[in-house]
């Protein structure tokens, strides 16, 4: 069987032991830890046949019914330069009635199961997006108010069109999740820009002298914001 088959093999520092994956993009690739003997692969897929099979089977089905088209519109990989993190991203079709996220290494996502619905994965990216926001985010703006002497209160993530981030009257801040596809100066200038808005409830004289005297009042920066609505992934602004 081994030899029928069609298969690519990488090697990974991190790998421990050999892993089989199956996905829509990659077809059956093989990850072994650096210096394993490949002459033992065969023997491995031969142990495996039964989910080889099925894997595969399960690929053929979603590429007649669509599921392929639809999965080339979603990233293999998610760059973050708001935190300074790269995530590879992989598809792992299976039987499966439905699609689960998980980490699968420390720059891995895998998405596995029913992954055919570009719809479903994407609710899974945002999800874990918004989680990650919410983490990262949240520690940046605690640390921005105590550096600055502004305290608000709640911080909600949301994933908006026309809007980097709001403060309400209660002083609760809302930012959106694309900030993590902006540069650490820019999010900075967005986060001062809403603790700004805790003290002044306007874009008066008085809050534009607040924000300058905080050193976030960059044109140039300012300027980057703007345009970077063009730089954020097309399958999150669908």
């Known amino acids: ?20 994956r199956i996905s829509v993009q990659r077809g059956l690739e093989i990850v072994v ?27 053929s089905r979603q590429a007649r019914s669509g599921g392929g088209a639809a999965l080339d519109a979603l990233p293999e990989r998610i760059e973050m330069p708001a935190l300074g993190e790269s995530w590879r991203v992989e598809y792992e079709p299976s039987p499966s009635a439905r699609a689960v996220l998980r980490q699968a290494g420390p720059d891995t996502l895998r998405l596995s199961g029913a992954v055919a619905s570009k719809d479903v994965c994407r609710a899974l990216l945002l999800r874990w997006l918004r989680a ?12 921005l108010a105590r550096e600055t002497g502004l305290s608000f ?22 930012l959106n999740l694309k900030m ?10 967005i986060m001062i820009h809403e603790l700004c ?21 960059d ?4 300027a ?4 970077s609505w063009r730089t954020i992934p097309a399958w999150i602004c669908r």
């Open 153 to 174: 209160g709640r911080l909600s993530i949301r994933c908006q069109s026309s809007r980097w981030g709001s403060c309400s009257m209660r002083c609760d801040i809302s």
């Open 197 to 217: 808005h805790t003290r002044h409830h306007n874009h008066s004289r008085a809050f534009w002298g607040l924000v300058s005297s905080l050193d976030a009042g």
């Open 219 to 222: 044109s140039a920066i300012r």
């Open 1 to 20: 069987m081994a030899e029928e088959m069609q298969y690519s093999i990488r090697e990974s520092f991190r790998a421990r032991h050999v892993n089989l």
């Open 132 to 143: 990650r926001a919410g983490k990262e985010f949240g520690a940046m703006l605690a640390g």
């Open 33 to 59: 830890p650096r210096g394993f003997d490949r002459a033992r692969i065969p023997r491995i897929l031969e142990g495996r046949r039964e989910w080889i099979r099925k894997s595969l089977a399960e690929i």
């Open 224 to 227: 980057e914001i703007r345009a």
């Open 180 to 189: 993590l596809f902006l540069t650490p100066p820019q999010v900075r200038q």
